[in-house]
């Protein structure tokens, strides 16, 4: 029941932000027009008096006069068209607007929502464990293997590297930097396993590259 008050509230806000600028008067065009006009009168009055101090001849004051005129016409029309043909067309618009979004987002929600599903607690949920991978389930795998190549032989940088490429795979930062550390100390001419170490310290930093990881790209 809380969920429906909820989803009530919700759409009411919603309408009432949507439909209100519809149900408002907007004075803006008639304003505009009446302004106009306003304007075109002044403009008449200013010619009269131009006129007479003789500051136009009559053909220049009549001329201008049935300019002004026609102007001032065409504000007044526009002025009564607005006023009334405004108010009408945007409450039909307002009432279709408040009809159709209630009845659009309930066939919706009822057609792809759940609204007999239980609440359930976020607290409560089980998160299912996350599933690796095909490649890093493969990278565990095969640790063991490279430990025991290294038990044979700690000096074997080959083993070392196989086992920071792993740790790298499986997300192993910590352990991928170590042991790449320690094939780089085996091996410092070779650039791939530089390379490799700069890689695993850049993302143990969290992408940032430290001076470490720096310097080991420097050298691959």
Same mark, same amino acid.
């Given at each position: 029941m809380i969920f429906w008050i909820i989803l009530a509230g919700l759409t009411g806000a919603l309408l009432a932000w949507t439909v209100w600028p519809l149900l408002r008067a907007k004075p803006d065009d008639a304003t505009r027009a009446a302004y106009d006009a306003a304007v075109y009168y002044d403009q008449l009055q200013e010619l009269e008096r131009d006129r007479t101090r003789g500051l136009i001849d009559d053909g220049q004051a009549e001329a201008a006069r049935i300019e002004i005129e026609r102007r001032l016409l065409a504000a007044g029309?526009?002025?009564?068209?607005? *006023?009334?043909? #405004? *108010?009408?067309?945007?409450?039909?618009?307002?009432a279709a607007v408040a009809l159709a979004v209630p009845l659009v987002a309930l066939s919706l929600y009822l057609d792809l #929502?759940?609204? #007999?599903?239980? *609440? &359930?607690?976020?607290?409560?949920r089980d998160a299912a464990p996350a599933e690796p991978s095909g490649l890093v389930a493969e990278a565990r795998a095969r640790l063991d293997a490279v430990r025991a190549r290294i &038990?044979?032989?700690?000096?074997?940088?080959q083993a070392w590297f196989d086992l920071g490429r792993l740790h790298l795979v499986s997300g192993d930062l910590a352990g991928a930097s170590v042991a790449l550390a320690r094939a780089r100390a085996l091996a410092p001419e070779? /650039? &791939?396993?530089?390379? %490799?170490?700069? &890689? %695993?310290? %850049?993302?143990?930093?969290? *992408?940032?590259? /430290?001076?470490?990881?720096?310097?080991?790209?420097? /050298?691959?």
């Open positions: 029309r526009a002025a009564g068209l607005t *006023g009334r043909a #405004g *108010g009408r067309r945007h409450l039909a618009l307002a #929502g759940s609204p #007999g599903q239980p *609440g &359930e607690p976020f607290a409560g &038990e044979a032989d700690p000096q074997d940088a070779r /650039t &791939e396993i530089a390379s %490799a170490q700069g &890689e %695993a310290l %850049a993302r143990l930093a969290e *992408g940032m590259v /430290t001076a470490e990881a720096r310097a080991a790209f420097a /050298t691959a």
